[in-house]
């Protein structure tokens, strides 16, 4: 894997090109080892490249937008699927060789038999995978070559030089990622939960793919490849042995005319047996360090790594001025007013504090995390949002630093205003998010008459200072 050095630092579609080119060339240079034939890791090594490759184009979807489209993706996932059945045999093989010792005689030799007809099977989907691969690939290669390398780019006269950075795009994606992965391990309850449990495996696997090439450059992030392989190779491992216990059993069938009578009962039962309790061994490990809730430090390390890549990059400016208010403005005869429940709390950190948060609007509720840096008028925010669940288990480390009040939203003059009533307290705040830091926002005449100072930067008004 040849990673670009200083990919993070790079605006989000230099460097999302510079990865799609650096795992391209990675497929390039295995192709060309599987056309010389010389190589027997040259077909792993192509897989691996390709599957890179179609991770990253579809992470950063956005940034490579004009360069690669959905015919690109499309074409990449099929080369890609098609090594699959090349790759389910080599594992298939592997696990059979390993285990002939500890067969009895009968079904050792039925083994060896299957082991043939596996071997034959392998060879003939290795040569389909090499014709596609011939087929497809080279012409793939030079169209995304040659888009990813020339490209353009519209830009806004009147934002920021630069653009967003590779980091702050990598952030969201790890935060999105890893939010998947919790949803995924959340739905395997028992090991009988194959696909949910595949599901995981796959959304693992993006997430490792995603951060792989950037892990020189994060702190941190070498621990997370490593967790996410182990956890990979133990789903993986349980995945494959149900496919290979399907084959058995596909084999141990007998035929459609066979005589009931002259059918072996026996079969693959020491195979079967064998994979069983290699499958229950699989689960026991992801159930021990991932299943109910065991996976809290991991995802809590991830949104660190997040933070990180978003503090390097450019992250979510949070610009705004806040208003200490005599008391609830006449907002009734407003238009447009939207009306939100909050029920806010702050998680203590040594140097970060993290905010989870629940907002209700109509029926409608939401769950959100919420990291804030800085002071004053501009700040550095990363949200996501989370589901109930995890709020539910976060929730109580609250305990002493938290927030309720109604918050109500009101467009004027271009802004939007949110006064916020808080509901354990006799106190009226109002903000206004501002595009920059000396964008002027004349307040309306409805609020004008109940502002008592602008309380921006002032330590008393932020919400974490007044949690209790």
Not at 323 to 348: H, N, T
Request: with cysteine; glycine share 6%.
């Amino acid at each position: 894997m040849s990673t670009p050095a200083g990919v993070l630092d790079l605006s989000a579609e230099r460097g999302a090109r510079r990865l799609a080119l650096a795992f391209l060339d990675d497929a390039e240079a295995a192709h060309q080892r599987l056309e010389r034939g010389a190589d027997d890791e040259a077909l792993h090594d192509f897989r691996v490249a390709i599957r890179r490759l179609r991770s990253t184009v579809r992470a950063y979807r956005e940034a490579l937008e004009g360069s690669v489209g959905g015919g690109d993706r499309r074409r990449l996932s099929e080369l890609a699927d098609a090594t699959g059945a090349a790759r389910d045999l080599e594992v298939q093989i592997a696990w059979l060789r390993k285990r002939l010792d500890d067969l009895p005689e009968g079904e050792r030799e039925r083994a060896w038999t299957l082991l043939s007809t596996l071997r034959g099977e392998l060879a003939k989907a290795e040569e389909r995978l090499r014709r596609q691969v011939a087929k497809d690939f080279p012409r793939e290669r030079w169209r995304l070559a040659r888009r990813l390398r020339f490209y353009q780019v519209r830009m806004d006269v009147e934002a920021p030089p630069g653009g967003t950075r590779l980091a702050s795009a990598f952030a969201r994606l790890a935060l999105d990622h890893a939010a998947d992965l919790e949803r995924r391990l959340a739905r395997v309850r028992s090991i009988d939960d194959q696909e949910e449990a595949h599901r995981a495996r796959i959304a693992a696997k993006r997430l490792r793919y995603l951060v792989e090439p950037v892990q020189a450059e994060l702190e941190g992030a070498p621990e997370l490849i490593r967790r996410l392989k182990k956890l990979q190779d133990a789903l993986g491992e349980m995945h494959d042995a149900d496919v290979l216990l399907a084959r058995l059993a596909q084999e141990d069938a007998p035929p459609p005319d066979a005589d009931a009578d002259a059918v072996d009962g026996a079969g693959f039962a020491t195979l079967r047996r064998l994979l069983e309790d290699e499958r229950h061994a699989r689960f026991a490990a992801v159930e021990a360090d991932w299943l109910q809730g065991r996976a809290q430090g991991f995802f809590a390390a991830v949104r660190g790594v997040a933070r990180a890549a978003a503090m390097r990059g450019e992250p979510d400016q949070e610009i705004e001025r806040k208003y200490l208010l005599k008391r609830m403005p006449a907002i009734r005869s407003l238009e447009g007013v939207e009306l939100l429940e909050i029920d806010q709390g702050y998680i203590p950190g040594e140097r970060l504090a993290e905010r989870v948060r629940r907002t209700r609007r109509g029926g409608e509720v939401k769950y959100y995390r919420t990291v804030k840096l800085g002071k004053g008028i501009s700040r550095t925010e990363l949200e996501e949002e989370t589901t109930e669940r995890i709020f539910r288990r976060l929730w109580p480390l609250t305990k002493g630093k938290r927030v309720r009040k109604q918050r109500f939203k009101i467009k004027d003059g271009g802004f939007t205003w949110e006064v916020d009533r808080f509901r354990d307290r006799r106190l009226v705040l109002c903000e206004v998010e501002l595009p920059t830091e000396d964008t002027h926002a004349e307040p309306p005449r409805w609020l004008r008459r109940e502002i008592v100072r602008d309380v921006t930067g002032e330590d008393e008004y932020t919400n974490i200072n007044l949690a209790k």
